[in-house]
């Protein structure tokens, strides 16, 4: 089964929107309501910021969003900050395979 | 608090093996599954293999099955992952994680295998 494809880079100044897209298949991200998105900044352990594809779980700023079109899925944080500067990672259960499957990882630079 | 904390890692020749040991504190260990995730140098995320909380049930990614084995011990809230036949490519960052309602909601800092002659 093949990772997730997610944009290498994405950046933007402080205040801007980016986006974050994550594309799979129709046995994973398109099937399945279980995307989730992850923060990682290295050496430190990654925190779940987006579950079931458009939940946000307790504790974590709502300038974070989820969605998902087709095989398609999506990260955007609103109102970047620098402490958004980070590696992002998409996951999605893949029934088929009775596995989760990850993006390739985007890493977020604000200017 | 909750607090997950890999340890077991170092350096192995290719063909060894080597058991990674992940501590929990914090939560009801014994309620919940848990996964095994690593990450490659210069490399993304890669999901490993869990194991439901009284370890009937275990699933792995294709690339290790047979290789490496996912184990639990509830009563010393440790979670294991035997890694057999290692390669070179297995040389990852492994970081174990809590697994519930189909995220992975609590990840410790992760323990580095390095395998090389």
């Known amino acids: 089964q093949s990772a997730l494809t997610q944009p290498r880079s994405v950046s933007g100044s402080p205040g801007q929107s980016v986006a974050i897209s994550c594309t799979g298949t129709?046995?994973?991200?398109?099937?399945?309501?279980?995307v989730s998105w992850y923060q990682h900044h290295p050496g430190k352990a990654p925190e779940l910021i987006i579950s079931d594809v458009t939940k946000r779980p307790s504790g974590v700023p709502d300038r974070f969003s989820g969605s998902r079109s087709g095989n398609t899925a999506s990260l955007t944080i609103s109102g970047l900050q620098a402490e958004d500067e980070a590696d992002y990672y998409c996951?999605?259960?893949?029934?088929?395979?009775?596995?989760?499957?990850f993006g390739t990882g985007t890493t977020v630079t604000v200017l | 608090e909750i607090h997950l904390v890999e340890s077991g890692g170092g350096l192995v020749q290719p063909g060894g093996s080597l058991r990674l040991s992940c501590g929990a504190s914090g939560f009801s260990f014994s309620a919940y599954w848990m996964t095994w995730v690593r990450q490659a140098p210069g490399k993304g995320l890669e999901w490993m293999a869990n194991?439901?909380?009284?370890?009937?049930?275990?699933y792995y990614v294709a690339s290790v099955k047979g290789r490496f084995t996912v184990s639990r011990d509830n009563a010393k809230n440790s979670l294991y992952l035997q890694l057999n036949s290692l390669r070179a490519d297995d040389t990852a960052v492994y970081y174990c994680?809590?697994?519930?309602?189909?995220?992975?909601?609590?990840w410790g800092r992760g323990t580095l295998v390095t395998v090389s002659s």
């Open positions: 129709s046995s994973d991200v398109g099937g399945s309501n279980y």
């Open positions: 996951c999605s259960y893949a029934a088929t395979y009775t596995s989760y499957v």
């Open positions: 994680a809590r697994h519930y309602n189909w995220v992975f909601d609590y």
């Open positions: 194991i439901n909380p009284d370890a009937s049930e275990t």
